[in-house]
Each structure stands twice: as C-alpha cells, then as structure tokens.
C-alpha cells in the first residue's frame, strides 16, 4: 500500500503542473502493454500488487480528470478530485467487490466527492454571498461553437446535463449511468433523449442567442 501511494503521489506531482495549465499530460505512449482488466488489476492491487494499481492509474487519470474538469471551474481544484479520487481507490482496495465494472466504481467514488464539493460551495456561498461554482463545463476556448455548446450544456436540467455528459463525454453505458446516478435504466434513456432534444433546440438558435444579436437588441432599446 505504501509503494502505491508513493508511485501515485510522485507521478501525481511530476504531471500537476501540466494539468494545471489544462494541458493533462499524455501517458498512452508510456502505459506498458498489458492484457489484465481494470477488475483483475484492482484484486491483484488489493493482494499487494503496487504496479496494478500504477496501470489502473495510467489508464484513468486523464479521462477522470477531463470528468472533473468539465464540472468545475478551478483546473487546481480538478486535479486535486482526481487525486482525492485516487486515494480513495487506494484506501478502500481490500474491500472492493467485484458486482461492477471499476470504471463505474471509480466515476462512483469521483461524483460522490464532486457532490460532496458542491455541497461545500453552496454552504460557504450561503454565509459569504458569493455565487457557487456552477456545475457546468467551464474549459476555455476561444472557438465559438464551443463556447455555444458550454452555455447550452448550463441551461439544461441538472440531471439531464449530467446523464448526457457522462454518456457522449465519459462514455458510460446506459447500465452504468443509471448504477452511477441511481436511476431506472429505461429513466436514463429517457432523460438523455430529453437532453439532446433540448440541446438540439438550444443550438439551433431558438433559446441561445448570439452576443452579436444581443448586442444588437440591447442598442435598439436604448
């Protein structure tokens, strides 16, 4: 355990300035070869294998942090709820049971501490006045079309946004998306039919208007 979480604390380190800047550094080329699952892995990490853990770590860190980093504002923040994720994997090893996937275990373990962010923020918010971090992705870019779709993705339902994103972003399985979330599976399809309709309709124009246009009408007003 303690060759573990030294490992996945120095490859921690040596990428967080790369993450920080919102570039996650790419590993594929350094992931050895391996032919063990993700689940065959974490039972040989839970019998004392420190390099089953280092390969689960290679093949989910930058997809878990691209999960946080879509759901917060803060980059420092996403890296952190990577690594806190991580940790938890690490402290709770012995006890994992194999009844799910572990890509669904670990985005279970990553939305619980999301959750448990959110809660915080909206406390503090509560006493400071200041507005809580909206749980919509918040990447930068300059690219029109991409700006559009982030500002779109923060007009749906809440639990609408989340199923669609865990499905064209993480690409989770409707079964994983309603492990995940608690769901019915026949709600999740639903509920993702719902969101891209909605997101369709918002796209096209008819409920997300261009800053040109707005600009335009407020100087109609005045």
Known sequence: ?????????LDSEAAQQANMNDTPRDTSAEM????????????????????????????????????????????CLAEEMTQESFLAVLRASSRYKASALFRTYL???????????????????????AQPDRPEPAVESGI???????QALGKLVPMDREVL???????????EIAQLLGLPINTVR????RARLALRDLLTGSALESPTRQHAESEKRS
Do not use: C, W
């Not at 390099?51 to 980059?75: C, H, S």
């Not at 809660?119 to 509560?126: E, L, S, V």
């Not at 639903?190 to 039919?193: D, E």
């Open 32 to 75: 050895p070869e391996a032919l063990e699952t993700d689940e065959q892995l974490i039972v040989a990490h839970s019998q004392g294998s420190s390099d089953a853990f280092n390969l689960l770590f290679l093949r989910y860190k930058q997809p878990l942090f691209g999960f946080f980093r879509r759901r917060v504002n803060d980059p």
């Open 144 to 150: 029109a079309v991409e700006v559009s779709i982030r």
């Open 165 to 175: 994103m865990l499905r064209e972003f993480e690409d989770l399985s409707y079964a």
């Open 107 to 129: 985005y279970a373990i990553g939305y619980k501490i999301l959750r448990a962010h959110r809660r915080k923020a909206a406390f503090r918010a509560t006493f400071s006045g």
């Open 190 to 193: 639903s509920r993702l039919f």
């Open 1 to 9: 355990m303690q060759d573990a979480v030294r490992a996945f604390v």
